[in-house]
């Protein structure tokens, strides 16, 4: 017997020979070659050729990307020409829907899948950068550089007055909130599926106006057995056309030393004497320094790195995925920075045919060196305001710890100094799992209990010394210490039962759910001042400390159902409804229904239609829904309690009083939506477009109400008012071999949206946010959610004679802002009587336009965004354009009028007043219409060259690369306020451009 293995394992293994070609008897390069339920395979070479010992019973899987997959029985053959066809039956394509999968083609809804092979190298810092571009409606806009920065998504416009816009994320499953979070690796994700439309949203109810995002995370594929490698290194800078442009030393001395001589001219009517004029700017060419502060915390060539290590085993029955990853990513300003580290878990195993289990577990540690950089009194802007005659350095190497603060410029804390000096650190904990067990029953049943675990601990600790300067304070100053702990829990139980059937022409599916959910959170946060000396930082060395405390949370319970109906691949339908009790609501109106339906008719299914052989689909497709937004908070329905303090007896005696009105009808927002589409598939589903329109109508908006004062309270909240966003999106994909060796790939997408605020209180009733100086949003029933109000500006005054002529200007004099008399009355009074619409915030539309090819193993990516027709209001001019001289300026404020025979440009007015310059006003208005090139990568694959290597492929990437805008500010995405006040530039981090290498190497 022993003398005889050798025989018998010899026999039962055969060598196999053979080629795949395509349709056109041209190689396929690259096709895998598997014996099935193994991890025995090889790649084809360069003339599509492959050679492989299996055993003699073994069936062969052959696959390639944009090809129909095979599987082949060796039934004794030795040889094999093999012809794989192009797969362009698009409609078996499977999508991630809310709580399951559908069919592409049975889709009756408005959903965008995200075709990640089609991205090119974006570095993966984050979920929301792999969304940006892809699909109609869906508007990713990067507000800031700021590192580890999620980026800020909307779909189908502003819905609310009162509560987030964000959508909802879902992961493997899991709602895991607004955001992405920082702690999700792209490098883990599979496919992403983002739900439009109240028809696909609506399963999720209170959770579903906004949208929904569905992430899953990768699985090992059947047979494969994987370890690969992903690295990529970057740089990134601030071009030069993205800075914000202010005068140097030897300028603002100048700028100092005229405005101070303008003024005695205008207000004694004489010419100064040069001995009148301040020592520190008399002089103006003897300035001895000129530093750009911007630029001295600019980090250039920051460095950004990212690794990936995955090992994936599909044979047999348990298929797992493990992966680590590592992020770092420095700041384009000094000493900031962000780092990740990750490690994900994902098994999946069957026992049998009746019963298999999944567990998927990722854990994440972030830490993060943040700063404060949103608005003008922020350190970037700050940057701008300096005064530049300062040095960084005393002569002797030490800090100039204080800058500016002497002949009426304002002192700054030195900004270089402030970076490298204090310590504001965050670090952050995450963990995030979800199991199931899946129970086949009867044949066409399944059960599937799954839970969810979401858990986060944040610390964060902030220190300033006490060499630190504050604005116009000089150090010493007391040292100072924040610090927060906090930790967030979050966790759901899902049952749901399926069941699909196909009886003929006639194909079912049902599902019947339930979920439970409940999140807790809690926060301790100290503060201290006075600390002995810099190196003591402990709460219990602080002169004056204080410690407070907070905790919330919420939870919901729901019941929900689905059912889809599809007749020949012909007559679709598709049902929903959800019946959800929320924590957040009123005592007397917790529940809420949500129902959806959507219809689908595939004309080019039907008897009648010609057989036209470029048309491979034809669908239209209908669906209404009800969805809402539990985004308002967690207590707002209930009474609220502050402390009071009593005097009992002549004693003090510790108590609470009513600090809200509560309102136990208080309910969710509620959204009713319209949505139409066609999805029309040319010439074997290379070309693909489609059309949506939609209407959604958002109602029962929490917003705050007066109420009569003698119930104690002056308001309370409740739900009120009307918001509609309507629009059509359009999007082309085209996806074409044209020979063997070149491929071609492209999508266009267009999003034209028209948000219109329908009620709010009553017809005339309007929300307002706005500082005087600063910023005015208002929104108007009849118009769009916080457009620009402000005064209009006609030009600069010239003479006395002109301000004569026009609507009295109290204190108006030659040289500054002319404003428009809006309400008539002959006067333009110091308050917003006369502000009118300035401007408008909401694109006419957005787009985006990706091209890609393939040559031989070369591969191009390039990815294009813009919006077109909107304003951005640019305070930072506001600041800028102060030309009282406590700060620096704008280099444009040396064209500034000066007299009636020298007005400059007609930009910047007079330097002999403040008044009637900086108020909101058109002047600082513009548009910000603009084209990104966010994306080129060029890779190339070096060919398998041994069973050990299964590929290799190298690339480089540029990211933000370049931007055609006629807008001043360094970024048209920048929204600094957001929600109802939108369009707000008051300068932040700034976006830097990324320059990197990388490659993908799997063994």
């Known amino acids: 017997m022993v003398r005889t293995t050798p025989y018998i394992v010899q026999q039962d293994r055969v060598r196999l020979t053979g080629t795949v070609v395509d349709e056109k008897g041209e190689p396929v390069i690259g096709a895998n070659v598997v014996e099935k339920g193994t991890v025995n395979g090889i790649i084809t070479d360069v003339n599509g050729a492959f050679a492989l010992t299996v055993s003699e019973n073994a069936v062969l899987q052959i696959s390639y990307i944009g090809y129909v997959s095979q599987e082949i029985p060796v039934n004794g053959r030795n040889t094999f020409q093999i012809v794989l066809r192009e797969d362009t039956k698009a409609l078996e394509e499977v999508v991630v829907v809310g709580y399951g999968t559908k069919r592409k083609g049975d889709i009756t809804s408005a959903i965008s899948v995200i075709d990640l092979d089609n991205l090119g190298d974006i570095h993966g810092l984050d979920a929301t950068r792999l969304i940006q571009g892809q699909a109609p409606g869906v508007v990713v806009k990067q507000k800031s550089g700021t590192p580890g920065r999620e980026m800020d998504i909307t779909i189908r416009g502003?819905?609310?007055?009162?509560?987030?816009?964000?959508?909802?994320?879902?992961?493997?499953?899991?709602?895991?909130?607004?955001?992405?979070?920082?702690?999700?690796?792209?490098?883990?994700?599979?496919?992403?599926?983002?739900?439009?439309?109240?028809?696909?949203?609506?399963?999720?109810?209170?959770?579903?106006?906004?949208?929904?995002?569905?992430?899953?995370?990768?699985?090992?594929?059947?047979?494969?057995?994987?370890?690969?490698?992903?690295?990529?290194?970057?740089?990134?800078?601030?071009?030069?056309?993205?800075?914000?442009?202010?005068?140097?030393?030897?300028?603002?001395?100048?700028?100092?030393?005229?405005?101070?001589?303008?003024?005695?001219?205008?207000?004694?009517?004489?010419?100064?004497?040069?001995?009148?004029?301040?020592?520190?700017?008399?002089?103006?060419?003897?300035?001895?320094?000129?530093?750009?502060?911007?630029?001295?915390?600019?980090?250039?060539?920051?460095?950004?790195?990212?690794?990936?290590?995955?090992?994936?085993?599909?044979?047999?029955?348990?298929?797992?995925?493990?992966?680590?990853?590592?992020?770092?990513?420095?700041?384009?300003?000094?000493?900031?920075?962000?780092?990740?580290?990750?490690?994900?878990?994902?098994?999946?195993?069957?026992?049998?045919?009746?019963?298999?289990?999944?567990?998927?577990?990722?854990?994440?540690?972030?830490?993060?060196?943040?700063?404060?950089?949103?608005?003008?009194?922020?350190?970037?802007?700050?940057?701008?305001?300096?005064?530049?005659?300062?040095?960084?350095?005393?002569?002797?190497?030490?800090?100039?710890?204080?800058?500016?603060?002497?002949?009426?410029?304002?002192?700054?804390?030195?900004?270089?100094?402030?970076?490298?000096?204090?310590?504001?650190?965050?670090?952050?904990?995450?963990?995030?799992?979800?199991?199931?067990?899946?129970?086949?029953?009867?044949?066409?049943?399944?059960?599937?209990?799954?839970?969810?675990?979401?858990?986060?601990?944040?610390?964060?600790?902030?220190?300033?010394?006490?060499?630190?300067?504050?604005?116009?304070?000089?150090?010493?100053?007391?040292?100072?210490?924040a610090e927060w702990a906090r930790e967030t829990l979050n966790y759901s139980a899902d049952l749901l039962l399926t069941y699909n059937k196909k009886i003929g022409d006639h194909a079912f599916d049902a599902m019947l759910g339930y979920t439970a959910q409940e999140e807790n959170y809690s926060q301790m946060y100290g503060s201290g001042s006075k600390f002995p000396n810099d190196e003591i930082r402990v709460f219990q060395n602080a002169e004056t400390f204080s410690v407070s405390s907070d905790f919330y949370d919420w939870s919901l319970l729901a019941y929900f159902a689905r059912i889809g109906y599809n007749f020949k691949d012909r007559y679709l339908f598709s049902a929903s409804y959800r019946r959800e009790g929320s924590s957040r609501f009123g005592a007397d109106n917790k529940w809420g229904t949500f129902p959806s339906a959507s219809l689908g008719w595939r004309l080019s299914e039907e008897p009648f239609m010609p057989r036209l052989s470029w048309l491979s689909n034809l669908k239209l497709r209908a669906s209404y829904g009800v969805t809402g937004n539990n985004s308002i908070g967690n207590y707002p329905s209930l009474a609220g309690l502050s402390k009071a303090n009593y005097i009992l007896g002549g004693s003090l005696a510790p108590g609470v009083t009513l600090s809200s009105f509560s309102n136990t009808q208080l309910g969710w927002e509620r959204s009713n939506a319209l949505d139409l589409g066609l999805d029309l598939s040319l010439f074997?589903?290379?070309?693909?477009?489609?059309?949506?329109?939609?209407?959604?109508?958002?109602?029962?908006?929490?917003?705050?109400?007066?109420?009569?004062?003698?119930?104690?309270?002056?308001?309370?909240?409740?739900?009120?008012?009307?918001?509609?966003?309507?629009?059509?999106?359009?999007?082309?994909?085209?996806?074409?071999?044209?020979?063997?060796?070149?491929?071609?790939?492209?999508?266009?997408?267009?999003?034209?949206?028209?948000?219109?605020?329908?009620?709010?209180?009553?017809?005339?009733?309007?929300?307002?946010?706005?500082?005087?100086?600063?910023?005015?949003?208002?929104?108007?029933?009849?118009?769009?959610?916080?457009?620009?109000?402000?005064?209009?500006?006609?030009?600069?005054?010239?003479?006395?004679?002109?301000?004569?002529?026009?609507?009295?200007?109290?204190?108006?004099?030659?040289?500054?802002?002319?404003?428009?008399?809006?309400?008539?009355?002959?006067?333009?009074?110091?308050?917003?009587?006369?502000?009118?619409?300035?401007?408008?915030?909401?694109?006419?539309?957005?787009?985006?336009?990706?091209?890609?090819?393939?040559?031989?193993?070369?591969?191009?990516?390039?990815?294009?965004?813009?919006?077109?027709?909107?304003?951005?209001?640019?305070?930072?001019?506001?600041?800028?354009?102060n030309l009282d001289g406590i700060f620096n300026v704008a280099q444009d404020a040396k064209y500034r009028w000066r007299s009636a025979e020298n007005p400059g440009k007609g930009l910047y007015p007079t330097s002999n007043t403040w008044k009637w310059e900086r108020e909101t006003s058109s002047r600082y208005v513009y548009d910000a219409s603009h084209a990104w090139v966010k994306n080129i990568s060029i890779g190339y694959t070096i060919p398998r060259g041994s069973k050990l290597l299964k590929g290799a492929r190298f690339f480089l990437n540029a990211e933000n690369l370049f931007l055609i805008t006629n807008y001043p500010g360094s970024n048209p995405d920048i929204d600094l306020n957001g929600g109802i006040n939108p369009g707000r530039d008051d300068e932040a981090y700034p976006v830097p451009r990324i320059f990197s290498v990388g490659t993908t190497i799997s063994f």
Request: aromatic share 12%; glycine share 10%; hydrophobic share 35%.
């Open 158 to 481: 502003l819905g609310s007055l009162g509560a987030s816009s964000a959508p909802l994320y879902v992961v493997d499953g899991f709602p895991i909130g607004t955001s992405a979070q920082q702690s999700l690796n792209p490098n883990d994700i599979e496919s992403i599926s983002i739900l439009k439309d109240a028809a696909s949203t609506a399963i999720y109810g209170a959770r579903g106006a906004n949208g929904v995002i569905l992430i899953t995370t990768k699985g090992a594929k059947e047979g494969e057995l994987r370890l690969s490698f992903d690295a990529s290194y970057g740089i990134q800078n601030i071009p030069d056309g993205r800075r914000t442009k202010v005068m140097n030393g030897v300028e603002y001395a100048y700028f100092k030393k005229e405005s101070f001589e303008d003024r005695i001219r205008y207000s004694e009517k004489r010419e100064p004497a040069l001995e009148e004029v301040p020592i520190s700017f008399r002089y103006p060419e003897q300035t001895k320094y000129s530093t750009d502060w911007f630029d001295e915390i600019v980090n250039n060539n920051a460095s950004v790195q990212n690794y990936n290590v995955t090992l994936a085993e599909g044979a047999g029955k348990i298929k797992s995925v493990l992966s680590v990853g590592y992020l770092r990513q420095e700041g384009a300003v000094i000493e900031t920075n962000f780092e990740r580290f990750n490690a994900r878990a994902n098994i999946q195993g069957e026992f049998n045919e009746y019963i298999s289990i999944g567990w998927n577990i990722a854990g994440s540690r972030s830490n993060e060196r943040l700063i404060g950089t949103e608005g003008r009194d922020a350190i970037i802007g700050q940057t701008y305001t300096m005064d530049p005659r300062e040095p960084v350095y005393n002569e002797d190497g030490t800090w100039k710890a204080y800058i500016g603060g002497y002949d009426g410029v304002w002192g700054y804390a030195n900004p270089v100094m402030v970076l490298h000096e204090t310590k504001n650190i965050q670090n952050i904990n995450r963990l995030l799992s979800n199991g199931y067990v899946e129970i086949t029953f009867l044949k066409d049943f399944k059960f599937r209990p799954s839970v969810n675990v979401s858990l986060l601990n944040l610390r964060r600790n902030d220190f300033r010394p006490s060499t630190v300067a504050g604005t116009n304070a000089p150090p010493p100053r007391n040292a100072s210490m």
């Open 684 to 881: 074997e589903n290379k070309l693909i477009f489609t059309a949506e329109y939609y209407n959604r109508i958002t109602d029962n908006m929490l917003l705050s109400r007066d109420i009569p004062i003698i119930t104690g309270f002056s308001s309370t909240y409740t739900n009120v008012g009307k918001v509609q966003n309507r629009g059509v999106e359009l999007a082309i994909d085209y996806k074409n071999r044209i020979t063997r060796d070149l491929n071609l790939r492209g999508n266009f997408n267009i999003t034209f949206n028209r948000n219109k605020v329908l009620e709010i209180m009553g017809e005339n009733d309007f929300i307002e946010n706005y500082n005087f100086y600063n910023y005015y949003n208002r929104s108007v029933v009849g118009e769009p959610i916080g457009m620009y109000y402000g005064f209009k500006m006609l030009g600069i005054f010239n003479t006395e004679e002109e301000i004569a002529n026009s609507p009295k200007q109290d204190g108006a004099i030659p040289g500054v802002y002319k404003y428009w008399d809006a309400n008539g009355d002959g006067e333009i009074t110091y308050d917003a009587q006369d502000m009118v619409l300035i401007g408008n915030p909401h694109p006419k539309f957005v787009w985006a336009l990706t091209l890609a090819a393939d040559y031989r193993n070369f591969d191009l990516n390039v990815l294009f965004t813009g919006a077109q027709g909107y304003d951005l209001i640019r305070n930072i001019e506001g600041t800028l354009g």
